[in-house]
């Protein structure tokens, strides 16, 4: 029997193989949601002194973009991506701003069109079959597993990638991720990347407590440089 090769998505790539490549390569990213954009560099000076090289920030908050353009500018070396992008002119703004790639908690067509006409390296989120149907037609191959510990944690993302399995997509996990619950989510190789927003959580931001996010960020280093070495 001739193996199954079905090819469902269009011939342009949502995430180009580059920047995949180099967030997959990091396999851990920090979520941010920052109120002061001058709180902006110091954080993503302690993350990366910690070992944390890819950020998302959550644009949430009306200083998320300025806080993104100041670290684009100041800390070249952070990989720094924008979250929450729920409208087509977001995608274009943290495109201009210089994100190096943007995520969204679902799934939404408009989004999708948006991201492919501008050639934005973009990833939805997915909780669903259905998501994953219309993210392979859309020629996705990176996707946001959220928020993955309240929809059903590994068990459920493996049940819902099964059916596409063949397809071979991957997935940055995020939602309700911790210390304890991270390991896990890296023994399933379908899983490139991981994260959470308590490695540099809104509380510690808001204190100025740099030396708390450099800590975290290291000890989330060292669990994925542990769970990698297997
Ligand atoms: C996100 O937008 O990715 C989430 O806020 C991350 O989830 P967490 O806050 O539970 O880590």
């Not at 939404?108 to 994953?132: C, H, Q, W």
Request: charge should be negative.
């Amino acid at each position: 029997m001739k193996p199954l090769t079905l090819d469902l998505s269009p011939a342009t790539e949502l995430f180009p193989p580059k920047i995949k490549r180099r967030l997959m390569d990091e396999k851990l990213l920090a979520v941010l949601t920052i109120d002061d954009p001058e709180d902006a560099v110091p954080v993503a000076e302690a993350l990366l002194a910690g070992g944390v090289r890819a950020m998302e920030l959550a644009w949430r908050t009306p200083g998320a973009l300025a806080a993104l353009e100041r670290v684009v500018e100041a800390v070249p070396e952070m990989l720094a991506g924008v979250g929450t992008l729920l409208a087509p002119e977001q995608i274009h703004a943290a495109r201009d701003a210089g994100a190096a790639f943007g995520v969204s908690p679902g799934l939404s067509v408009k989004l999708l069109d948006t991201a492919r006409e501008s050639g934005f390296p973009y990833a939805p989120g997915i909780m669903s079959p259905s998501d994953l149907h219309l993210a392979a037609e859309y020629g996705c191959t990176l996707l946001k597993f959220f928020p993955a510990e309240s929809s059903g944690g590994l068990q459920h993302l493996r049940n819902i990638n099964a059916p596409f399995k063949h397809l071979d997509f991957r997935y940055v996990v995020l939602g309700g991720l911790n210390e304890t619950n991270m390991p896990s989510y890296l023994s399933e190789p379908s899983v490139s990347v991981i994260g959470g927003s308590w490695i540099a959580s809104p509380d510690l931001i808001a204190a100025g407590n740099w030396e708390e996010i450099r800590c975290r960020a290291a000890r989330a280093r060292q669990i994925v440089d542990d769970a990698s070495r297997g």
